[in-house]
């Protein structure tokens, strides 16, 4: 397989202090796990870009983008709409972060990629349309969604969210969108305490979101069981035309921020039974992005696991 990997030291600039979880050592436990097992020599590279103010506003505000300009360029350490640590240069890493997720997004619906996998900071899955929360400035893969949509005509995308914590901005964004499924299993009761079981979508979106939450100590029985029996079922009626991935590795087991059980073994199963159903119904295209995962030494075993499955298909 073609796969596009996004990896570039610009992410190292967002820097949330000292004794954060979200820090620059996952991005450098990243680079060097992929660089060990010879990884990176085995993708394609690609490029970054900024996110324009009309992308962003695909799925957030205007008053939030401009929030976040301001706040950030004023010396904020902390954005106001909630716990998301800043620094001088996050803006403009954050605009990167989702506009290499678009890069993707392009190289794999334009043929150029069979897949892709963007190891971009910060993540994304818990800002909603008007605010930043739980280390997250931009929602990249809500972004990344819409802008297959209105750029490449794609009519139905499936976000799939295996992150330890509930994607609650990313559901949030599409709860009423019938053009959107998102998928997500996660610890519960966790941060932020969204996602539950009946929280299913409104209106054109009824129907269109499923969460499996799980209590802590789950692993592969229950995370696999949702996915084969659940979710991949819910697809034959959805039939998505492109599938995105929220990866979020905080569900392997060892995260100091969940109690997950799954292996590096389990994250190769359940990348293949997406780039299966991306096959099935996508046409191969299946683009992920680096969500959660604070045990650097685990973030950097699993990465290389799901990127070495994406090649290997």
Not at 113 to 129: E, I, K, L, S
Not at 149 to 158: D, L, M, S, T, Y
Not at 163 to 173: E, K, L, M, S
Request: aromatic share 8%; with cysteine.
């Amino acid at each position: 397989m073609k796969t596009g990997l996004l990896l570039d030291p610009l992410f190292t600039k967002h820097d949330t202090g000292a004794g954060h979880p979200e820090r620059v050592g996952r991005y450098t436990a990243i680079t060097r796990g992929l660089e060990e097992k010879g990884l990176v020599d085995r993708t394609e590279k690609l490029g970054l870009r900024l996110a324009t103010e009309d992308e962003i506003t695909l799925c957030h505000s205007a008053e939030y983008h401009a929030l976040v300009k301001r706040e950030i360029a004023e010396g904020t350490h902390l954005l106001s709409t909630g716990d998301t640590m800043v620094c001088r240069d996050s803006f403009e890493v954050a605009l990167h972060a989702t506009g290499g997720l678009l890069n993707a997004v392009d190289a794999v619906i334009e043929g150029a990629n069979d897949n892709a996998f963007c190891a971009v900071r910060p993540p994304g899955h818990h800002a909603t349309a008007d605010r930043g929360m739980g280390f997250c400035v931009f929602n990249s893969v809500a972004v990344a969604a819409r802008y297959a949509q209105r750029k490449h005509g794609i009519e139905r995308v499936a976000i799939i969210d295996w992150d330890v914590h509930h994607g609650n901005g990313t559901q949030d964004i599409f709860y009423e969108d019938g053009s959107v499924f998102y998928f997500s299993t996660h610890q519960s009761p966790l941060y932020p305490g969204t996602g539950h079981p009946g929280e299913t979508g409104d209106g054109k979106g009824r129907g269109r979101t499923l969460n499996a939450p799980f209590a802590a100590g789950a692993g592969m029985a229950e995370i696999g069981g949702a996915f084969r029996e659940r979710f991949l079922p819910a697809m034959e009626i959805f039939r998505p035309e492109l599938v995105l991935v929220s990866a979020g590795f905080d569900s392997r087991i060892d995260d100091p921020l969940g109690d997950f059980r799954l292996t590096d073994a389990d994250f190769a199963e359940l990348t293949r039974l997406l780039l299966g159903l991306a096959e099935k119904h996508a046409g191969g295209r299946l683009v992920s992005v680096l969500e959660g995962g604070y045990n650097v030494e685990g973030l950097a075993l699993a990465v290389a696991t799901h990127v070495a499955t994406l090649i290997e298909g």
